[in-house]
């Protein structure tokens, strides 16, 4: 019987232990804040000229924030946590029309 109540007392020191090791998912807003902090507006506008986004051409509209490819690559393994109503949310934003490449 005294192995069971040392057995319940680890069990709950574990649970304490690991709860405290893990963080909270992050959120959109935590994820937009990174994307915009990363943000480079001389990529940006080369984007925009490379995309052709004038009035009139394909890509009349698009918006970029001027992140590179191996970044955002970065960026997604370090939110690989996120919960997938994070990521609809975030695909939502008119910046992911074409994917990646309008970052």
Excluded: N
């Excluded at 893990?22 to 990363?38: D, E, G, N, S, W």
């Excluded at 009035?55 to 370090?78: M, S």
């Amino acid at each position: 019987m005294q192995a069971c109540r040392g057995a319940g007392r680890l069990a709950s020191a574990m649970t304490t232990r690991m709860s405290l090791g893990k963080a909270a998912p992050p959120t959109a807003a935590q994820i937009r804040a990174r994307l915009r902090a990363l943000a480079d507006p001389r990529i940006a506008s080369a984007s925009q000229r490379f995309f052709k986004t004038a009035p009139g051409e394909y890509g009349h509209g698009d918006r970029f924030l001027g992140i590179r490819v191996p970044t955002l690559r970065k960026l997604a393994r370090e939110f690989r946590a996120a919960p997938v109503a994070v990521a609809f949310a975030l695909l939502r934003s008119p910046l992911t029309r074409r994917g990646p490449s309008l970052c």
